[in-house]
């Protein structure tokens, strides 16, 4: 993609779109425009009020990476002989058991994703920051390389540098309107005139909602007011020699948080900076704001609105009670600040789905701001960033998650939890029920516990079940777990999967995504995008792989050919379907005769997964057609009827079991249900839950996309090659792969059994040899079948299988060892046979 003569057009000489400029520039690009609505010197939005706080360590890898390259980038942006960042430290302190436990699950995280990281006791905290009041301080986790940004003079610094190499920069310039034709971009309109364009990339801010909307696009975020508050001089703070002529230099202790009461603590001189997540949610229209005038000062700015007092009391009661000397100050200065927020807590980052040339930074804050950039920049010169962008995608969102009614909920509420203890299983208590399955009723009746992901509701367990734990035999019992893994779990999930494995179960699948890609040019489109050879006759089902140009894993799917001319693929996210869409435009506009259809049928389809080695006598039992293997082997499809009941069976399992996935049309869903069901009960068949399901996937080594692979992954890496056919003509990322080949991988996905067969981890805790982290869990469960937890991890290629290996859990060490896969039927006998053996302590028990 690399193509230096292209022109930018960057919206918004914020801290990100400064940075993009800067990382364009960095490799070759010249043509260059920057347009601001604000003065240059202070462009009014987020970065010229932000406080300046990087604590680099996430639960995401992605954000964490984002932040360590800000950190690097604004150490080596410097000016006077000072850089633009101080490395004073961060520390977050618990008030809390609870909180404590909390900083050791982030200390993993900070481990995981190669961050210096210390869990600190209450006298260490008090060391490194003698201000606290010892009588509240438990612990806290220390990371010495966090600090404080100045992004301000780190953008003008930007922008004077850019501006010298040619970037032009067009300040107090509203950006009015986006030219197009043809479905891409060709110029941005100021009431000064039209600027040419082959790319735009909004960078605007909160104010990008209104950039958006410019080209029919949603960008699902919400601008809000976030208190910040300066206090008086502290007695105790006067006389220390600092820098006091550069706002950010001038401070000495670690930057501190105190989330067990949303606050966060800087220094500013002798002064203390109070930043407050407590209130209530202020949310905020940009386009309310109006133009931004020529004179913008520290006092004067769009982004920056009147403080309310009110609403900071706690805040400052909870203040002098941790750092005691602040009982002898009073607040001097406040405001409310604006800052963006998303319903999922991520930045808004990637091409737009509708309109080529047209990308988007927004949603992002000072600590991930150069890291987005520098991402976006890869992606405008290379066409794929070197950190995966998955879950920061703008396409990433389903369509009921981009009204403005969602975004608005969602992200008041993220801004209120936004310090709050969070298990990763933690579904949105609203709003809920907004997707759910034609089986809904029934799963309803059954008690079934659902979690909700992209507006679905979607079942984990049954409460209907729970009887079957009598039966359970000894080798199926479920272990004890802690407080923590056993939130949002129930050993129901166990006799869920004891069913599956020895009688019958029936899934809800319908929340996976479908797509219909059909016309004359469908076989070109799939067999150019993807992995395997999709040619195959009609009937046939093939698991492939989506590939960047450098081979790395953007999604893998199923693609099931229907007719000649029409496929149904089995996809991971919405990101998928805009993948294909925008791929198939581009056919069709390049040969109009191949054109391709790319059509969602997810919401009017429903889908039963029936699998287990009683599902035979199930189907039998409702079906007339022929299900045998010869009629329809694995990894088959045909059309069939159940009951009358017009299906689509797919000849595919995810927990390793004989069965099939039975789709229909939403009108036939619940008839569908009822009448397996039904069928059923001679057979022992129950409904069963994602909980059991995730156990018997990854106990047949089955990876996630997103969790066990991501773009950073090549498929000789994630264990995924029998998806590559490197015999068939050119696809997307072969030329990479024929490369890959032919290196050792440096680093691979292993499974891992935990060796004392009941410690629990859930994923993205960091994995120890020799006493160093070495690598990162990815997916885990309880294996049911194999009596012991069992986990994905990404370890160096040199690990051999029985190494012994430690993971990290809360801060204490579980021994582990690297295993074999898959741990379950590694010669697929049980799913290519066409009766698979029943566990003999089931011949009666099966029908309970």
Known sequence: MEDVSQRVVIIGAGIVGANLADELVKRGWKDITVVEQGPLHMPGGSTSHAPGLVFQTNASKTMTNFAKYTVEKLLSIEKDGQSCFNQVGGLEVATTPERLEELKRKHGYASSWGIEAKIIGAKECLERYPLLDPKLVLGGLHIPSDGLALAARATQILIERTAAVGVKYLPSTPVTGIERSNGRVTGVTTPSGSIPADIIASCAGFWGVEIGAMVGLQVPLLPLAHQYAKTTALPSLKGRELNNNINGMNAALPILR???????????????GIGYYGHRPMPVRAADLGITGKHVDDKNMPSRLDFTPKDFETAWNESQKLLPVLRDTHIAD??????????????IVGRAPNLEGFYVAEAVWVTHSAGVARAVAELLTTGRSETDLAECDISRFEEIQLSKEYVSETSQQNFVEVYDIIHPLAPKLSPRNLRISPFNTRERELGAYFLEVGGW???????????????????????????????????????????????VAMYDMTAFHRFEVSGPGAEQLLQRLTTSDISKTPGSITYTLFLDNQGGIKSDIFVSRLENDSYQISANTAVDFHYLSQAAHLQARQSPSHYVQVREITGSTCVIGLWGPRSRDVIDGVSTDDFSNKALPYFGVKKATVAGIPVLAFRKSYVGELGWEIQTSAEYGQRLWDVVMQAGKLHGIVAAGRAALNSLRIEKGYRTYGSDMTTEHNPYEAGVTSAIDMTKSDFVGKAALELLSKQVPKKQLRCLTVDDGRSIVLGKEPVFIDNKATGYVTTAAFGFTVGKPVAFAWLPSDVAEGRNVEIEYFGRRIPATVSAEPLYDPSNSRLLVDAPPVDSQLSIKSRL
């Open 334 to 347: 406040g405001f409310n600040g604006i800052f963006s927020f998303t319903p999922d807590g991520g930045p």
């Open 457 to 503: 509701e979607r079942p984990f367990w049954f409460e209907a079940n729970a009887e079957l734990l009598k039966y359970l035999p000894a080798k199926w019992q479920p272990v004890e777990r802690d407080a923590w893994t056993a939130q949002h779990y129930s050993p129901i999930s166990a006799a869920e999967a004891w069913k599956t494995r020895n009688a």
């Open 258 to 272: 105190h989330q067990d009461q949303d606050l966060y603590y800087r220094e500013h001189g002798d002064q203390y």
